[in-house]
């Protein structure tokens, strides 16, 4: 079809075709020529875009945050390139890698020569003063019972702010052992509600605000301290009695040593790992075999009129309440928030450290032991 109108050439509307020229080419700004015509001009198939090239601020241009991101983890000691924890997630913390070396080997998180130094002169101490004269170990018991009351009550005050009566705590725990000794449970008894009303009314004197928190803390400091650490007292009263507390503290010693040895060798199921991450059922294991074989020797040797299976029973006994007992303070210091009860022993922590398998395993041996052969 025709189109009637003239043309823009055609001399009658008095204009002459123009032939197109090409804008000039870019100079100085390369943005300009990413910038070009307008798409769907002649000139837009005549342009191409520039490659955008990286710049010294950022790996992938500036205002991406990947150049401030490295340079917050230089400035906090994080590897570049290492994934930063999330927010409100649990740091790590120094000491987080304190089981492992390189090649992620285990390795002991404490000191070993200052732990097997301090382990050593504290049995040397023990076996001397068990087997010279009996009131010596006595004294060595109050000494370990009064250090321990301190040591639990200032953590109690600097954590919680619970402030236990020191003085009643010592002067009825001391006591508890000896009447122990003198007079068996019933004394040990007699001396632990003395003790008690001693708590309550020396507290008296005090704002009555937290009174209740204060003695109830008290109260159970007397009962896991001294009160059991009596039931060694008791053993020790009996004819064979360094010969019992000496089986008694082998068992215990083995049943750690031996779940320590296998957990750290075998380990790989957790006992329970909201309360002891470290401790694994094999590890239990572990103390449970020990336990009962040492026991078997110990008893069938050591204890007048011991029979071995009767040291099967108590190694297996032993192995429980010990592990229990070890895991009975971990609760205690997760709840207090920190790590040892004191810093008395290097290598070990504080005396209540070294107590916490050795208290709840006392009554269980002096029981089992009574049951058997007799209270001596």
């Known amino acids: 079809m025709n189109d009637p109108s003239p043309g823009p050439s055609s001399p009658q509307n008095g204009l002459a075709r123009t032939p197109w020229t090409p804008p000039p080419p870019p100079t100085g700004d390369l943005t300009s020529a990413t910038a070009g015509p307008e798409r769907g001009s002649p000139a837009a198939s005549q342009t191409r875009r520039m490659p955008i090239v990286p710049g010294p601020e950022s790996s992938y241009g500036p205002g991406n945050g990947a150049q401030e991101a490295h340079g917050a983890q230089e400035a906090q000691g994080t590897p570049v390139g290492s994934q930063a924890p999330a927010p409100g997630a649990p740091s790590a913390g120094p000491g987080a890698d304190a089981g ?4 992620g080997r285990k390795r002991a998180g404490r000191d070993l020569r200052a732990a097997i130094g301090v382990g050593v002169s504290l049995g040397v101490v023990i076996l001397v003063s068990l087997f010279v004269y009996k009131p010596v170990f006595l004294g060595v018991i109050a000494l370990a019972v009064a250090v321990g009351l301190w040591e639990l009550t200032r953590r109690l005050q600097e954590c919680r702010d619970i402030r236990t009566p020191l003085v009643p705590l010592v002067a009825g725990g001391v006591s508890m052992v000896v009447a122990g000794y003198a007079w068996g ?25 937290t009174y209740l928190r204060d003695v109830s803390a008290a109260v159970f400091a007397a009962f896991y301290v001294p009160f059991l650490a009596t039931f060694v007292a008791m053993m020790l009263s009996a004819d064979d009695g360094a010969l019992r507390v000496l089986t008694f503290l082998l068992l215990t010693v083995v049943s750690d040593t031996g779940a320590y040895a296998v957990g750290w060798k075998f380990g790989k199921r957790k006992l329970a790992p909201r309360i002891s991450p470290g401790k694994t059922r094999e590890g239990l294991m572990g103390a449970v075999v020990s336990t009962m074989l040492v026991g078997a020797i110990c008893t069938q040797f050591l204890i007048d009129q011991g029979v071995w299976w009767q040291g099967l029973l108590l190694g297996l006994a032993v192995a429980l309440s010990a592990t229990l007992g070890d895991l009975g303070e971990s609760m205690i210091k997760r709840d207090l928030g920190i790590k040892d009860m004191g810093t008395l022993l290097p290598g070990h922590g504080g005396i209540m450290d070294r107590l916490d398998s050795l208290l709840p395993t006392a009554p269980v041996v002096w029981l089992i032991l009574a049951l058997c052969v007799g209270q001596g």
Do not use: C, I
Not at 100 to 103: C, I, K, L, P, V
Not at 185 to 209: D, E, I, K, N, Q
């Open 185 to 209: 449970a019933s004394g040990a008894g007699a001396v632990m509600a003395v003790t008690v009303l001693a708590v309550l009314v020396w507290r008296m004197a005090y704002a009555p605000l």
């Open 100 to 103: 492992r070396s390189e090649g």
